[in-house]
């Protein structure tokens, strides 16, 4: 146990101090000429596309660069040199190269402007694949993933839905009855809305972001139940949007179903779930796949509910194109997610909550491991309608996460 609180305390204190990171442009450029008179310039945007187009045309920013021949290094996120550019002194020739895929390619024009959009062209068709292995790269190394590797992407999103809804299960019981029932928490049949946001602190710079939730859900029997939820997500970072959103399908079945004070009772829910998260700013998007398995073992005790959650996620890219788009989502990551929640109920319509989760992703990820405390109270408005609010934050090396959410749900 001591080991585990040494762990806490370090992650919690790495994750504080990016609280007083700089808030910064997401992208930079730092070029310098090749030939003739040293010249150097830097410049930093919230669109990557922009920066990239401007550099290649020496438009903008980098009209000093004109006629010139060229060497420049893109910092995506936190990571310096994510892209190696060179061009020519016309804009007819380009070499671009991506250190951590060890890729280089070569693009011929016959004016600035094709060579601009052959090298787009290439990004958003041709090389598809090998600009899926850039942004696989990039969410294993820089904070600003946007379909993996840190608390606020894609596959976090999915992963944190069923963990939370059939793990921790936030929203409220339903005080007035013998004892609580899980199942009735998630498939009474349900309605659950949930929106919520907060601020975020990173390598990179300061943001926030705002999520959503709609669920429904319906009871078979006793003991079986299904539930479909679609979350969604915005995030801003420096100027620099994206936009993320799932469907999940989850079949709750209760294994042990409570009988009574001082017993206990287990909810085990598969899930099936398919996502896609997209930004133009930062030239990167993606879809994908996957499942996730989630056990809520909860004690019932004089008034008490201690709740034990865990839960397993894998998530697997997808390859999608028409026209001349194509998309390749180059994702292979499992989750594991481990929490305790304790709730205390004060007479048939009011409760307190608060609970902790540890967040291991096991492929490479910007933000592999962190924590997440959350706190709560909920209200029962009548025998079908309740409301919860609640905090909840990420902690985890570098990059902190305080938010809040509103949850409430309707049976009918």
């Given at each position: 146990?001591a080991a585990?609180?040494?762990?806490l305390?370090?992650?919690?204190?790495l994750?504080?101090?990016s609280?007083?990171?700089r808030?910064?442009?997401?992208?930079s450029?730092n070029?310098?000429?090749t030939?003739?008179?040293?010249?150097?310039v830097?410049?930093?945007?919230?669109?990557?596309p922009?920066?990239?187009?401007n550099?290649?045309?020496?438009?903008s920013?980098?009209?000093?660069l004109a006629?010139r021949?060229?060497?420049?290094?893109?910092?995506y996120?936190?990571?310096n040199?994510?892209?190696?550019?060179?061009r020519?002194?016309t804009?007819?020739?380009?070499?671009v190269?991506i250190?951590?895929?060890?890729?280089?390619k070569?693009?011929t024009a016959?004016?600035?402007?094709?060579?601009n959009?052959?090298?787009?062209?290439?990004?958003?068709?041709?090389?598809a694949?090998?600009?899926?292995r850039?942004?696989?790269?990039?969410?294993?190394?820089?904070d600003?993933?946007?379909?993996d590797?840190?608390p606020l992407?894609a596959?976090?999103?999915?992963?944190?839905q069923?963990?939370?809804?059939?793990?921790?299960l936030?929203?409220?019981f339903?005080p007035?009855?013998?004892?609580?029932?899980?199942l009735?928490?998630v498939?009474?049949?349900?309605?659950?809305?949930d929106?919520?946001g907060?601020?975020?602190?990173?390598?990179?710079?300061?943001?926030?972001?705002?999520?959503?939730?709609?669920?429904?859900?319906l009871?078979?029997?006793?003991?079986?139940?299904?539930a479909?939820a679609?979350?969604?997500?915005y995030?801003?970072?420096?100027?620099?949007?994206?936009?993320?959103?799932?469907?999940?399908?989850?079949l709750?079945?209760?294994?042990l179903?409570?009988?009574?004070?001082?017993?206990?009772?287990?909810?085990l829910?598969?899930t099936?779930s398919?996502?896609a998260?997209?930004?133009?700013?930062?030239?990167?998007g993606?879809?994908?796949?996957?499942?996730?398995?989630?056990?809520?073992?909860?004690?019932q005790?004089?008034?008490?509910?201690?709740?034990?959650?865990?839960?397993?996620s894998?998530?697997?890219?997808l390859?999608?194109?028409?026209g001349?788009?194509k998309?390749?989502?180059?994702?292979?990551q499992e989750i594991?997610?481990?929490?305790?929640?304790?709730?205390?109920?004060f007479?048939?319509?009011?409760?307190?909550?608060?609970?902790v989760?540890?967040?291991?992703?096991?492929?490479?990820?910007?933000?592999?491991?962190?924590w997440?405390p959350?706190a709560?109270?909920?209200y029962r408005?009548?025998?079908n309608?309740?409301?919860?609010?609640?905090?909840?934050g990420?902690?985890?090396?570098?990059?902190v996460?305080?938010?809040?959410?509103?949850?409430?749900?309707?049976?009918?």
């Open positions: 146990m585990w609180v040494k762990r305390a370090w992650v919690v204190a994750g504080a101090s609280a007083i990171a808030a910064a442009d997401p992208f450029v070029a310098q000429t030939s003739g008179s040293p010249q150097a830097t410049a930093s945007g919230s669109s990557l922009d920066l990239v187009s550099l290649i045309k020496s438009e920013q980098f009209a000093p006629d021949n060229i060497s420049a290094g893109l910092r996120g936190n990571v040199n994510a892209i190696i550019i060179t020519n002194s804009g007819t020739s380009a070499t190269s250190p951590s895929i060890n890729f280089q070569n693009f016959g004016n600035s402007h094709d060579l959009k052959q090298v787009e062209d290439f990004a958003r068709k041709n090389g694949s090998t600009y899926g850039f942004i696989r790269s990039i969410d294993q190394q820089s600003l993933g946007l379909i590797g840190n992407a596959t976090s999103l999915l992963a944190g069923a963990y939370y809804q059939f793990g921790l936030p929203e409220p339903q007035g009855q013998r004892w609580p029932d899980p009735d928490q498939a009474v049949p349900r309605l659950s809305f929106l919520g907060g601020a975020t602190h990173s390598a990179t710079g300061n943001g926030y972001f705002g999520r959503g939730e709609f669920s429904f859900g009871r078979f029997s006793d003991r079986v139940g299904l479909l679609t979350p969604f997500l995030r801003e970072i420096g100027g620099a949007n994206s936009f993320e959103a799932g469907e999940e399908v989850s709750p079945i209760l294994l179903p409570p009988n009574g004070d001082r017993t206990f009772s287990w909810l829910t598969p099936a398919g996502g998260a997209g930004s133009l700013d930062m030239a990167s993606g879809t994908f796949v996957g499942g996730s398995i989630t056990s809520s073992l909860s004690y005790f004089s008034g008490f509910i201690f709740t034990l959650a865990d839960h397993f894998y998530f697997h890219g390859t999608v194109g028409g001349r788009y998309l390749d989502t180059d994702l292979e594991f997610k481990n929490g305790v929640k304790v709730t205390r109920f007479g048939n319509s009011l409760f307190i909550d608060a609970g989760t540890y967040t291991n992703s096991l492929q490479k990820a910007a933000v592999r491991e962190y997440s959350e709560g109270v909920g408005f009548s025998e309608a309740g409301l919860r609010v609640g905090y909840a990420d902690f985890g090396p570098g990059f996460v305080n938010g809040g959410s509103v949850q409430f749900y309707f049976n009918y």
